[in-house]
């Protein structure tokens, strides 16, 4: 693992790798990046946020993004 040394300290070094090690998976980010453009439509984040509090057929989730 390459070891990384930042320009600035804060005075804690425990992090470090940890982070530069998750920082390092370029596509677990990638897929994040994608599910958020996803989400850029509110219509999408509406119907997100419906089927986050309970399970809804699309019959119905067409009628509540009507109001």
Known sequence: M???ELPH???ERGNIDYLY???S???HF???AEIFKQLSDPTRVRIFWLLSHQEECVI???EWLVI
């Open 2 to 4: 390459n070891k990384i």
């Open 9 to 11: 300290q804060h005075g």
């Open 21 to 23: 090690t998750e920082l």
């Open 25 to 27: 998976k370029i596509t």
């Open 30 to 32: 990638n897929m994040v």
């Open 60 to 62: 119905n989730i067409a």
